[in-house]
């Protein structure tokens, strides 16, 4: 009898154990998350207020009340925190696009509304934008291989196909055709961006018609 009492007793314990230490993990953990989610909040304040360029491990540090080291277990160093940003740029503008089926009346006003998705998102989201594109940021070659970044090509691409499909055009390049739309867009933006700080919520008549230009080209067999 006495024997399992004290095995009731030491698995009681034990089980007691394992509770509070499960609790205190999941305690630390929670607190490794708010410190990560600190230096991204304090990392995104800097670059709305004062721009990428301002942007060091030692200014966020300070702004948090962390040392530099602190910071560099959450992220490698001040281009992993761009990076950050970026991926979660193309996220946001995977899911505006996506949006955009939703309003358009067939194939081929999808295209015009996945055109005016992305340049709504380039004027809303500017430092985001120039973050993802490397406006005035050196480039990171992670980037652009980011499955971020290829979600929102994929949605552009499947609107090209729904047009090519429906024009009965197999002779196109789609790949190309994909590759033209988004310089087209993104060229129009970058020039707005270099010599402005902010671009206009609407894409201009040019813009539009560029639009309009390149769906005739999707249309028409060689």
Request: hydrophobic share 40%; glycine share 4%; with cysteine.
């Amino acid at each position: 009898m006495e024997n399992k009492i004290t095995v009731l007793l030491l698995l009681t314990l034990l089980t007691s154990c394992i509770f509070n230490n499960n609790k205190m993990l999941s305690r630390r953990e929670k607190e490794i998350q708010e410190l990560r989610q600190g230096i991204i909040d304090q990392s995104w304040k800097i670059i709305q207020e004062d721009g990428w360029q301002s942007l060091s491990i030692r200014k966020i540090a300070d702004a948090i009340n962390y040392s530099v080291p602190v910071i560099y277990k959450h992220f490698e160093n001040k281009e992993a925190i761009v990076e950050y940003f970026s991926k979660e740029g193309f996220s946001k503008l995977a899911t505006d696009l996506d949006a955009s089926k939703n309003i358009a009346k067939d194939q081929i006003d999808h295209l015009r509304q996945i055109a005016l998705a992305y340049w709504k998102f380039a004027s809303e989201n500017t430092q985001y934008y120039r973050i993802m594109f490397g406006l005035g940021i050196p480039a990171c070659e992670t980037i652009n291989s980011s499955e971020e970044m290829k979600a929102s090509s994929k949605i552009i691409l499947d609107a090209i196909d729904n047009v090519l499909t429906a024009s009965n055009n197999s002779q196109a390049d789609r790949h190309l055709k994909l590759k033209t739309f988004w310089s087209m867009l993104h060229g129009f933006i970058a020039i707005d961006l270099l010599s402005n700080q902010k671009i206009a919520q609407l894409p201009p008549p040019t813009v539009l018609d560029a639009v309009e230009g390149f769906i005739y080209t999707l249309q028409k067999q060689n």
